[in-house]
């Protein structure tokens, strides 16, 4: 029974309350725009990250994390992309990969928007964490964290912080 750290559009930037957010984490997700390998490796170091590339990320980056991840944690298919939109207005190549796969779980980022959406036409549970980092519009960081317990996706957690 995994409990995931979720996070998004870091930007190079994580603050250290995140960090102990994610102390009580199995596995740590980041959607995208990681910004630098050292980034990575700092929640790489805390626990088992999961990540995909963002539209920020440079080379070094893209030759360590794939642009999609398709993955089963526990009884649940999770689908992670970086640019994904949301349920009624996803991007193209999202929603072929969501017919395609036909996950339980999407994550997305990009958008610096925190949002969790049942989509009944696919039926999947969409999670768009939010900004972790301090760049963008955005005025407050976000993340959550969850727990998967066989095929429920339950104990959903947010954090939020003022920039």
Known sequence: MPR????????????????????TCDEIWHAGDIGNLETADKLASLKPLKAVYGNIDGTEIRKSYPK?????????????????????????EARQ???????GLFICGHSHILKVLYDKKHELLHINPGAA???????????????????????????????
């Open 68 to 92: 999609n991840q398709v993955f089963m944690c526990g009884q649940v298919k999770v689908l992670i992309t970086h640019i994904g939109g949301y349920p009624g207005r996803y991007e193209k």
């Open 97 to 103: 990969l969501i017919e395609i796969e036909k996950p």
């Open 133 to 163: 980092g301090n760049s963008g519009f955005h005025h407050v960081i976000t993340c959550v964290r969850f727990v998967i317990d066989g095929k429920d996706i339950r104990d959903l957690e947010v954090f939020e912080k003022q920039r």
């Open 4 to 23: 995931i750290g979720l996070l998004s559009d870091t930007h190079s930037f994580i603050n250290p309350r995140i960090l102990e957010f994610f102390s």
